[in-house]
Structures are given as structure tokens and as C-alpha cells.
């Protein structure tokens, strides 16, 4: 068994298990966003939702895309888009 995958499939269940980032997770999978929706969206702090964007940018799964003067994220992680996929295919939207 290859013990680095494992390290890493571990770290992108720890970064969903987060009540926030899951959602922020599932957000991003179907669109691009800007912090500032997100904000707004989950009625928090700016700072916290750049917290959360910073490790999901930190792992890898995240990226950025300049409009302007802002700035969208979009989860391009394969393998989370398949979880939030699996952990959501039977709920009502």
C-alpha cells in the first residue's frame, strides 16, 4: 500500500470535514464564486471564508480565476467533486 496516497486522500477528507468548507466545497464544485458571495452566502466574516479558501488552495483543489478586480475560486479536484457528488446524489436541491 502506497502510504503518500493515503496521507493525501486522508487530508482531503479532513479538509470536507469542516461544516462550512463542505459547503463552501459544494458551492464550488458546480460554479465559480467570489469570496464576497460566499460571505454573504453563509452571513460570516470575510476573513474567516479567506481562512477556508486559503486551505483548499493549500491542498491543491482550488483555483483562481481574476475578473477584474475580482476574484473567482471553482473546485477543479476530481476526486472532491465525486465525493460532494456521491455524498448529495440523492438529496433534493
Same mark, same amino acid.
Given at each position: 500500500?502506497?502510504?503518500?496516497?493515503?496521507?493525501?486522500?486522508? !487530508? %482531503?477528507?479532513? %479538509? @470536507?470535514?469542516?461544516? @462550512?468548507?463542505?459547503?463552501?466545497?459544494?458551492?464550488? =464544485?458546480?460554479? /465559480? &464564486?467570489?469570496?464576497?458571495?460566499?460571505? /454573504?452566502?453563509?452571513? =460570516?466574516?470575510?476573513? @474567516? *471564508?479567506? #481562512? #477556508?479558501?486559503?486551505?483548499?488552495?493549500?491542498?491543491? &483543489?482550488?483555483?483562481?480565476?481574476?475578473?477584474? !478586480?475580482?476574484?473567482?475560486?471553482? *473546485? &477543479?479536484? /476530481? =476526486? *472532491? =467533486? !465525486? *465525493?460532494?457528488?456521491?455524498?448529495? /446524489?440523492?438529496?433534493?436541491?
Amino acid at each position: 500500500m502506497d502510504e503518500e496516497l493515503f496521507k493525501k486522500k486522508y !487530508k %482531503l477528507i479532513r %479538509l @470536507l470535514a469542516n461544516p @462550512l468548507r463542505l459547503k463552501m466545497a459544494y458551492i464550488m =464544485t458546480k460554479r /465559480e &464564486v467570489c469570496n464576497c458571495e460566499l460571505k /454573504e452566502l453563509f452571513n =460570516t466574516d470575510p476573513t @474567516l *471564508i479567506s #481562512h #477556508h479558501l486559503k486551505r483548499f488552495k493549500n491542498e491543491g &483543489v482550488l483555483i483562481e480565476k481574476r475578473e477584474g !478586480k475580482w476574484i473567482k475560486y471553482r *473546485i &477543479v479536484d /476530481e =476526486t *472532491i =467533486t !465525486k *465525493i460532494i457528488n456521491i455524498l448529495f /446524489e440523492n438529496e433534493k436541491r
